[in-house]
């Protein structure tokens, strides 16, 4: 079962926009900490952004004014705008989060499958 899907992904024009969803599934209690990571073909996977479940985001320095990440607790969702795309940023783009069942166990890291970004003319 999963239990970290992301949406949103698909082809862009230079210029454009997308706006990617990490949404935790229905046996998912609550979801805690948050990061958005991406892997370009034929380069190692890397850290976009992160958020906390006290809604505190973090977008790494390169990307930061292009790249916004927030999320919506009541949903169990995570989400991460992207404008001004560019070529390279095509990657497959995943979701991590640390994911509790109850309110009684440790929350546990899981990763969705990802979903791809295209970003060409």
């Known amino acids: 079962q999963e239990h970290l899907v992301e949406s949103g992904g698909g082809v862009v024009q230079p210029g454009g926009s997308l706006r990617l969803s990490c949404a935790g599934s229905?046996?998912?209690?609550?979801?805690?900490d948050l990061w958005w990571y991406r892997q370009a073909p034929g380069k190692q996977r890397e850290l976009v952004a992160?958020?906390?479940?006290?809604?505190?985001?973090t977008v790494v320095d390169a990307l930061k004014g292009r790249f916004t990440v927030y999320r919506d607790n009541v949903r169990n969702e995570g989400y991460l705008q992207m404008n001004s795309l560019k070529p390279e940023d095509t990657a497959v783009y995943y979701c991590?989060?640390?994911?509790?069942?109850?309110?009684?166990?440790?929350?546990?890291?899981?990763w969705g499958r990802g979903t791809q970004v295209t970003v060409s003319s």
């Open positions: 229905r046996s998912v209690f609550a979801v805690h």
């Open positions: 992160s958020i906390t479940e006290n809604y505190i985001p």
């Open positions: 991590s989060a640390d994911l509790a069942f109850d309110a009684y166990h440790l929350p546990k890291n899981y």
